[in-house]
């Protein structure tokens, strides 16, 4: 993360001043930075701490990168700091200091602390935020976060928060530890984690101020002191008693290396709890059909261990010997082969796309199975294979909307169309006469191919999908040359361009099922929402260029797929306006 994170405090002599600073560095360090250090040097006395490779004394910056307060420095002069003989209130490090440096291993990242930032701009920008923090972007009761910046100067996540001292005007001193930087939207994203972690820096810092400042009052009152004494304010201001460093008033000589440590793990972990994800906008009705389906199934799971719960109170006592024989029945699951109790990955043969489905069927029968299952129609497989009815229901499901398919996988008796679009069936199984005759029902039978039916050499196909033959039948086959629904001529259209990749097919089946789901909505909205008359509806079903048949019943059927979050949201939202008016 590109950002900088400082302490700063309000020196009562000279105003805001920054104290201490962690910048990154993506960039490899200069050529030279280590002076009097052999090479390798720095590295034997590293040590592993949260992942970054830690290190207190490296090197000595040179003047050009300017972490002193020498002249050729970006700081401040020394006339502008409080002397370091008599006080350190406005310095964290000694003037010869080199700082700290953690080296980040895995990313190779530099995390650099000193008083101020190498860079000149860098220095300015943290100047001002430093003055900014202190002074006019204060908080009501001046202790807590605010958020303030620019475009030009950077934006800033400020908490400012008072330090015990007891030679302190108030007894207590003013601090801020900022992070700066140009992202606005990142900065305002991670506002919870910073001040989460920032807040326990402070209370960390708060808490060993306040044992010394407890200290220093048991031993020397100061109260009472002040009142016996003259009102001085400007030599007692300048007597130099009151301006000590963040180090005597913690008692803690390693604060800034714990501080470096803390302010390096900030940026890092900052940086990686947020991640870009490419949004393509809203979701979609199969997204929010499937998260409705995925909410009913954990309802019903609660309920049900509730109900186990209290079976157990109640369950009988198992005779003599029946521990370990198996009591329940095994689930059926046809996506893996049961065998004595233990799971085998299928082996048998699955089609593998529409496009593999076509091959096989052949283009008449699959353009009629295509035709009944997007008309909503009930398509039956019997076949011995239920791994090979269920890949077949895999791939002709694509074809619907999630809110349309109702699968019952594999079945040992005839089940009605109400309950189930796709209906398995053992070859034993004898579907009702009024169905095979039916115009809303396909059967596909599955038998043993003879030798001169095997599929040609060159289909997609395994060797063990060619040992089916394949009849489709229907109460109402279609013609060849019926027109049929758009949405099936334009999938046909893809299936039978070789240049198109399986996956690039599989990608205009989704646009296309989105494109008429879209027709689905506003035909929704139009005809049971709005309740426009039929002259309306057929102007509307022109004007989306499904004024067809087929094209009419294929909506019908797929507005029974939209998403229960979708209706209730268009009747509310249609709806408020006329009830609030009446």
């Known amino acids: 993360m590109n950002a900088i994170v400082a302490l700063c405090h309000f020196c009562e002599l000279h105003g805001p001043r920054t104290l201490f600073c962690t910048e990154v560095l993506h960039a490899p360090l200069p050529k030279g930075a280590g002076n009097g250090d052999s090479p390798g040097q720095g590295e034997q006395a590293e040590e592993e701490e949260g992942g970054i490779q830690m290190s207190s004394r490296i090197r000595t910056h040179s003047p050009a990168e ?51 930032p190498n860079h000149p701009q860098l220095f300015s920008i943290v100047r001002q935020a430093c003055v900014r923090s202190l002074s006019c972007e204060v908080c009501p009761g001046r202790e807590g976060p605010i958020f303030f910046g620019d475009e030009q100067h950077g934006f800033v996540f400020s ?28 900065l305002i994203n991670s506002w919870p984690f910073l001040l989460g ?35 001085t304010p400007f030599l007692h201001q300048r007597n130099g008693n009151a301006a000590r460093s963040l180090t005597s008033l913690t008692s803690d000589d390693n604060l800034w290396a714990c501080l470096h440590t803390s302010f390096a793990w900030l940026l890092k972990a900052c940086g990686s709890r ?38 157990e109170e109640k369950a009988p006592v198992l005779p003599e010997g029946a521990e370990g024989q198996e009591l329940t029945k095994c689930p059926t699951d046809f996506s893996l082969h049961l065998d004595c109790g233990n799971w085998q990955p299928r082996k ?25 299952v997007l008309m909503g129609n009930q398509v039956i497989w019997k076949s011995r294979d239920a791994d090979l009815v269920q890949s ?33 069936l053992s ?62 001529n334009k999938m046909e259209a893809a299936l039978t361009n ?9 990608q205009c089946l989704v646009c296309l099922k989105e494109e008429w789901m879209n027709k689905v909505k506003v035909l929704f909205k139009f005809t049971k929402v709005d309740s426009r008359p039929k002259e309306d509806t057929q102007k509307l079903l022109s004007i989306l260029g499904a004024s067809e048949e087929d094209n009419v019943k294929l909506l019908k059927f797929w507005m029974t797929g939209l998403s229960k979050t979708y209706k209730s949201h268009l009747m509310s939202t249609v709806r408020s306006p006329t009830a609030s008016a009446s």
């Open 197 to 231: 972690k920032i807040r326990g820096i402070i209370d960390e810092l708060q808490g060993k101020a306040l044992k010394v400042f407890e200290a220093e009052q048991f031993g020397c009152p100061q109260r009472a002191q002040r009142m016996n004494t003259a009102f």
């Open 274 to 311: 947020l991640t870009e994800k490419l949004l393509e906008g809203a979701p979609t009705e199969d997204t929010l059909v499937q998260m409705e389906k995925l909410a009913d199934l954990e309802e019903e799971s609660e309920s049900w261990d509730n109900s186990e719960a209290e079976e």
């Open 392 to 424: 077949a229901f895999e791939i002709l499901r694509t074809m619907l909307p999630v809110g349309c398919v109702r699968i019952i996988p594999y079945s040992n008796q005839y089940e009605e169309a109400y309950r189930c679009n796709f209906l398995g």
């Open 66 to 116: 300017g972490a002193s307060a020498e002249s050729s420095s970006p700081g401040p002069k020394k006339s502008d700091m409080c002397e370091a003989s008599v006080s350190q209130g406005c310095r964290s490090l000694a003037a010869g200091h080199p700082g700290y440096i953690s080296h980040d291993k895995e990313t190779s990242i530099k995390y650099v602390s000193h008083q101020h």
């Open 427 to 488: 070859p034993h199984v004898q579907i009702p006469s009024h169905v095979l005759s039916s115009e809303f029902a396909v059967v596909v039978e599955v038998h043993t191919a003879t030798r001169s039916s095997l599929h040609p050499v060159g289909c997609e196909d395994d060797q063990s999908l060619s040992k089916y033959e394949f009849v489709v039948t229907s109460g109402s086959p279609v013609a060849a040359d019926r027109v049929g629904p758009t949405i099936l």
């Open 348 to 372: 048998l043969s699955v089609f593998k796309s529409l496009r593999h489905m076509r091959q096989v069927l052949g283009a008449p029968s699959f353009r009629m199975l295509a035709w009944h």
């Open 159 to 186: 908490h400012t928060f008072f330090i015990k001292d007891s030679l302190a005007r108030g007894f207590q001193r003013w601090y801020s530890i900022i992070a700066i930087m140009m992202d606005r939207i990142y």
């Open 498 to 506: 070789q240049n198109l990749s399986v996956d690039v097919v599989d």
